[in-house]
């Protein structure tokens, strides 16, 4: 069975800085494209920011634009998030997701596989 475990979630103040971290089992895991997507108290799950397979295209949420960095190291079936200047809007519980789209796509239902999601807290 194919597994996505997030870590790197915690508690940090508004304009700090976190890294998360999502490690997968997929066996052709270079094949996918990768995105992390959040659900804060009360909305929807969204789109934050996704990876394609090579790690050279990638898209953001405009609300993330110049704050987050998504990496994908396909050497240790991992990708990233780092996350900066950070703000309490941004409390949410992130997933990251693996998509067998070879560029990063947004919808949901494009990805196949869920991590079950690590929670960020952004103080004021």
């Known amino acids: 069975q194919v597994q996505l475990v997030e870590s790197g979630g915690g508690l940090v103040q508004a304009g700090g800085s976190l890294r998360l971290s999502c490690t997968s089992s997929?066996?052709?895991?270079?094949?996918?494209?990768m995105g992390w997507f959040r659900q804060a108290p009360g909305k929807e799950r969204e789109f934050v920011a996704g990876?394609?397979?090579?790690?050279?295209?990638?898209r953001y949420a405009d609300s993330v634009k110049g704050r987050f960095t998504i990496s994908k190291d396909n050497s240790k079936n991992t990708v990233y998030l780092q996350m900066g200047s950070l703000k309490p809007e941004d409390t949410a519980v992130y997933y990251c997701?693996?998509?067998?789209?070879?560029?990063?796509?947004?919808?949901?239902?494009?990805?196949?596989?869920w991590g079950p999601g690590t929670q960020v807290t952004v103080s004021s």
């Open positions: 997701a693996a998509s067998p789209s070879l560029s990063p796509i947004t919808g949901q239902r494009g990805y196949g596989y």
């Open positions: 990876v394609g397979w090579n790690g050279e295209s990638s």
């Open positions: 997929i066996r052709t895991y270079s094949l996918y494209s």
